[in-house]
């Protein structure tokens, strides 16, 4: 069996987002970097699919020079090596992701021979475009189910659970697949002292591939509005105190 992981660099979920003065990218002076979660899952799964019947694992990423950190803790679970597709840190659209990462899967096929499992994240945790997998898989020519919760070899096969609204959608497809996995599908488990030792000596492949000619256009970013914080001033001293008896009047409590 022979599984890739395709992971993503991204800012450490629920920390504070700030934009550029041009709104055209994230201000990352601040913020701490992690590897999208629903894809921790996957490096989870496929450490798992190799322990349970052997194999070869490979984690690859699409990011700059500091990516190697992420890398470097799939590697620390369990991921047998890696592929660092280098770039100079700007985000790329998801077509240009597909194109690049596609072309790196296809070599690295040619050399090694063909995954049977290529895992996605659903989706990323910055961008959320829903997109390099499905485009990775239609390229590919493979089967491609999204969204998963489950993901059980059955032979030649994979049994793919996806959760709806009153129970789970089974699919069973042949592989080779594509699997777009999301967070929950299993508990990743923590690096380990030795897994982090073992990954340091763990090959990385580094390669710069150039960045193709941008079809879709970035117009501005904008961070939600969040639900907001109101404070008012019910008077100071005891002159307030009838203000805040009303209030808890109010409120159901007296």
Not at 30 to 45: A, Y
Not at 85 to 105: K, V
Not at 134 to 155: D, F, W
């Amino acid at each position: 069996m022979r599984v890739l992981v395709a992971i993503k660099r991204v800012p450490i979920t629920g920390g504070r987002i700030v934009l550029t003065e041009d709104s055209r990218a994230i201000d990352t002076r601040h913020l701490g970097f992690t590897m999208s979660p629903h894809e921790e899952c996957g490096v989870e799964e496929a450490v798992r699919i190799i322990e349970a019947g052997g194999g070869d694992s490979v984690v690859i990423t699409l990011g700059p020079p500091e990516a190697l950190e992420q890398l470097r803790d799939a590697m620390a679970l369990g991921i047998d090596r890696a592929i660092h597709l280098q770039t100079d840190g700007l985000e790329w659209d998801a077509e240009a992701t597909a194109s690049t990462l596609l072309d790196a899967i296809r070599a690295e096929e040619a050399a090694s021979g063909r995954f049977d499992i290529i895992f996605f994240g659903n989706e990323s945790a910055d961008s959320g475009g829903f997109q390099v997998g499905a485009r990775v898989a239609h390229a590919l020519g493979r089967p491609c189910v999204t969204g998963l919760k489950r993901v059980v070899i059955e032979g030649s096969s994979v049994r793919c659970e996806q959760e709806v609204e009153g129970g789970r959608d089974v699919y069973i497809v042949p592989l080779p697949a594509v699997l777009t996995v999301k967070e929950g599908l299993n508990l990743p488990r923590y690096p380990s002292v030795p897994g982090k030792m073992r990954a340091r000596n763990k090959p990385v492949a580094v390669t710069t591939p150039a960045r193709p000619a941008p079809r879709l256009e970035l117009v501005s970013l904008s961070v939600p509005a969040g639900q907001g914080r109101r404070a008012e001033s019910l008077g100071s001293g005891a002159a307030a105190a009838p203000a805040v008896v009303e209030l808890l009047r109010k409120a159901g409590v007296l």
